[in-house]
Nanobody, 128 residues
């Protein structure tokens, strides 16, 4: 079992930055990949980014490339999402996810059902 707790959400103006954190507990943190999804108002939950076990390989949704960065600190059992140049359309609840059913070097698990564990989510609101 893996427990995930997100933090760092809040209200920010467009163009600003936020850093989300997700603290994991349970199984050894370095034994599973991590990811971030988001769910905007009235929308389906969608893939944002993911990172493999050691952090050497990452994948991003096109709409965040160049603006968001995922990283992990295996010593702190924490994964981060640095969000820069935020846009109003980035407003959503952001969810941390762990331990997908697969994650090859070139193909990331981008579907909700491919991830086994989820955090409770943290709200990010970007104002114009």
């Amino acid at each position: 079992q893996v427990q995930l707790v997100e933090s760092g959400g809040g209200l920010v103006q467009a163009g600003g930055s936020l850093r989300l954190s997700c603290a994991a507990s349970g199984r050894p943190f370095s034994s599973y990949p991590m990811g971030w999804f988001r769910q905007g108002p009235g929308k389906e939950r969608e893939f944002v980014t993911a990172i493999r076990w050691s952090g050497g390989s990452t994948h991003y949704a096109d709409f965040v490339k160049g603006r968001f960065t995922i990283s992990r600190d295996n010593a702190k059992n924490t994964v981060y999402l640095q969000m820069n140049s935020l846009k109003v359309e980035d407003t959503a609840v952001y969810y941390c996810a762990a331990d997908p059913t697969y994650y090859s070097e070139h193909v990331a698990p981008t579907l909700v059902h491919e991830w086994k564990y989820w955090g409770q989510g943290t709200q990010v609101t970007v104002s114009s």
